[in-house]
């Protein structure tokens, strides 16, 4: 038996005045996304922001149904849209904000496990990292240099 640790590295920017203009401009794009989250059972609206290499932006917030996990979240709305509309493109970052009506969110809202298996996906597919900046509503902006330091020990097509 041997022990292995896995490490991880994350970045931790204090407000959004630390970061680049560019990944401002995203957040505020995953913002209004946000505001447009379909999610009346939660009372939790996540948006999302993709940034392509054919400088497209796509959007993307969670769905809810009454039939509850028939709902997507944010981000596999958006990166299942991306992927539909523009095959060949690669995603270059992604900003996700979520913040909930009952209470306020100012803590980084990292992707849930299910959302970090389908941007593994595209980010093995097309090979190159996918940036990914995660915020509550105010407060922290937490930022992956790739969907891989969140997401040890992935399962992917290799196992197949
Ligand atoms: N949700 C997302 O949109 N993204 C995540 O990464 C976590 C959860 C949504 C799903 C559901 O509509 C609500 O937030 C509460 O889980």
Redesign the pocket.
């Known amino acids: 038996m041997k022990k292995v640790n896995i490490e991880t590295t994350l970045y931790v920017y204090d407000n959004l005045k630390e970061l680049p203009k560019d990944v401002v401009l995203l957040m505020e794009q995953a913002i209004e996304a946000r505001e447009k ?1 379909y ?1 009346p ?2 009372q ?1 609206h ?1 948006g999302t922001a993709l940034l392509l290499d054919n400088n497209e932006v796509i959007t993307g ?4 149904n009454a039939s509850y996990p028939s ?1 997507l ?3 596999r709305t958006a990166i299942y849209y991306a992927g539909a509309k523009y095959p060949n493109a690669k995603i270059v970052r992604m900003a ?1 904000t ?1 913040g909930s009506k009952l209470k306020t969110t100012s803590e980084p ?4 496990g299910a ?1 970090r298996q389908a941007i593994a996906e595209y980010e093995i597919k097309q090979n190159t990292p996918i940036e990914i900046y995660f915020m509550g509503e105010t407060g922290k902006i937490g930022k992956s240099n790739s969907l891989a330091n969140l997401l040890p020990l992935v399962f992917d097509k290799s196992s197949l």
């Open positions: 989250a999610a059972y939660s939790f996540v917030s969670n769905q809810e709902g979240c944010a981000e996700i979520a809202i990292p992707p849930c959302c």
